[in-house]
């Protein structure tokens, strides 16, 4: 009998056919007001910005910038909603709008992911897979809660706050969205929200879902602008409170900002995880979780698994496994169904990254980079490591948000803790460890408000997220994101 030979392609990345999502069904318009009370109302300076794709550079709609007059507005029209309205609707029926607003999102998930993805760069496979999903999961989350706070909370009578102001990244920028307006939306708070200047479609998306689902005029605002439009709202006098998530640089203003104030605050700020891989780990697994926990989403993941740490038994398995991994990664096209790595969300992100490129190297740490090719037009990063990086490095220290991981080893559990605990944040770890035992002694001692056990980055509605030390304060998600927004 003939023998078969059989050609496996070692090369790098595969060679797979286009599978682009198609953009015929969405519909954007050539430029978006500001929602506020209800209606698509002029900015008062005529003053719109461009937001554009980061993938091609182009342009995709003009986005009106909301100025101290705007903003006083739209608070105006969330303290009447809330005043004549919402604080006054019995909480079953607040529950239905939120419910609505949830099945509406379901509905028209193609279109958001397809939206979500042009403007922010993202890949199609997560947008589509975790942003609309899991954006719809927290208001059917929430939705339930509204009228089951005095449950939720026995004995301590529970009150709303009032008006609201939200400020969001552009990291998930329709899950952002979510995780602030549902749990205000159910404790019974009016809402006005800023999303972040250069990914605010799918907010403004929100606003025509919004007004579907036949919400009362003004309980939510969307206005759209920059950093100055975000200081207004934090400065405005009738803002009860302040939901921000973002860098911790803003944040540490806010803070100072609202300092004397009546205003309440959350604060989700940045991170700089650790990814701990123990010899008795599930090798393989343990490299997805990196994968995962680095190169998702381009890196722009405040709880990103940026510093790894690998027992030194088996650093050489890992690092080999590691490297080939990121040669498979498919780097391009974010609407493309294979595309695992998209566009990096901006031109002054890609700089910021880019600088800390140039300051691994200086520092003396080795940079590995995958070998794909990238698209010519448009801000793109290849997967990135470092490897000879020491503790006090910049890049061990500092938050990146870009696909760069810093590559460290540890003997013992001791040292590993010390290690990891050693940046200003705390927002996030990984531990992959075949014993359970050892995996709750690392849970009590890192300093992280989320900790995976052989996993990373997973998200659910009903588990709180939130930070120690300078990645913040409060929780968003579960019960403990209902209580940021009551007071007893
Ligand atoms: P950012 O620059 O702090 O901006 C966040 C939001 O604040 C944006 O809407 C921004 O508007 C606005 N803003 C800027 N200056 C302001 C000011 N002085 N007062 C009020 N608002 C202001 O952060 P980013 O670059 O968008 O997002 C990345 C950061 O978010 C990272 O540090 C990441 O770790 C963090 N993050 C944290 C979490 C968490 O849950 N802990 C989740 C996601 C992201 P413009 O966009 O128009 O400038
Ligand atoms: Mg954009």
Same mark, same amino acid.
């Given at each position: 009998m003939a023998k078969k030979t059989i050609k496996i392609n070692f090369d790098t990345g595969w060679d797979l056919a286009p599978a682009p999502e198609s953009t015929g069904h969405i519909q954007l318009n050539e430029k978006y007001d500001l929602f506020i009370g209800g209606k698509w109302v002029k900015p008062s300076s005529g003053k719109y910005f461009a937001t554009i794709n980061?993938?091609?550079?182009?342009?995709l709609a003009m986005i009106a910038e909301a100025n101290e007059k705007d903003v006083d507005k739209a608070v105006k029209a969330a303290r009447k909603a809330y005043d004549t309205v919402w604080s006054k609707m019995p909480a079953k029926e607040r529950g239905k709008y939120i419910y609505r607003i949830a099945r509406l999102i379901q509905e028209k998930a193609r279109e958001f992911a397809v939206i979500e993805t042009l403007d922010g760069g993202k890949p199609i496979r997560e947008s589509r897979d975790i942003d609309i999903p899991l954006a719809a999961a927290h208001f059917f989350y929430y939705a339930g809660w509204a009228d089951k706070l005095d449950y939720a909370f026995?004995?301590?009578k529970p009150k709303s706050l009032g008006v609201a102001g939200q400020i969001t990244p552009w990291n998930f920028p329709l899950l952002m969205a979510a995780w602030k307006i549902a749990p205000a939306l159910a404790t019974g708070n009016t809402v006005v929200l800023k999303p972040a200047e250069t990914t605010s479609l799918t907010a403004l998306k929100l606003a025509e879902v919004i007004q579907e689902a036949g919400l009362?005029?003004?309980v939510v605002n969307i206005i759209t602008g920059a950093g100055e439009t975000g200081a207004a709202i934090v400065n405005h %006098?009738?803002?009860?409170k302040i939901a921000f998530t973002g860098s911790t640089g803003v944040g540490k203003i806010i803070q100072n900002a609202i300092a004397g104030t009546h205003k309440k605050a959350t604060l989700e700020l940045g991170g700089k995880a650790a990814n701990i891989i123990f010899e008795d780990a599930a090798l393989d697994q343990a490299v997805e979780g990196i994968i995962n926990g680095i190169y998702f989403n381009q890196g722009h993941?405040?709880?990103?698994?940026s510093r790894l740490f690998i027992q030194e038994s088996v650093y050489d398995i890992v690092m080999r496994k590691l490297k080939d991994r990121m040669e498979s990664l498919v780097v391009g096209?974010?609407?493309?169904? %294979?595309?695992?790595i998209g566009a990096i969300n901006s031109k002054e992100q890609l700089q910021v990254i880019n600088k800390y490129l140039k300051i691994g190297q200086q520092e003396g740490a080795e940079m590995y980079q995958s070998n794909c090719t990238l698209p010519k037009k448009g801000y793109w990063c290849k997967p990135t490591l470092f490897t000879n990086?020491?503790?006090?490095?910049r890049i061990v220290q500092e938050?990146?948000?870009?696909p760069v991981l810093a590559v460290q080893t540890f003997r013992t559990v001791a040292e590993v803790i010390e290690k990891a605990n050693n940046t200003p944040f705390g927002l996030s770890a990984g531990v992959w460890t075949d014993k359970g035992s050892k995996l709750f002694n690392m849970t009590s001692q890192l300093n992280a408000g989320i900790i995976w056990g052989n996993t990373f980055n997973k998200f659910d509605p009903t588990s709180p997220f939130g930070g120690y030390k300078e990645s913040g304060f409060g929780r968003e998600g579960g019960l403990h994101g209902l209580k940021d927004y009551l007071r007893f």
């Open positions: 980061p993938a091609d550079e182009k342009k026995p004995n301590r009362p005029d003004g %006098n009738d803002i009860d993941v405040c709880c990103a698994g096209n974010p609407l493309d169904k %294979n595309t695992d990086v020491s503790q006090s490095n938050e990146i948000f870009g």
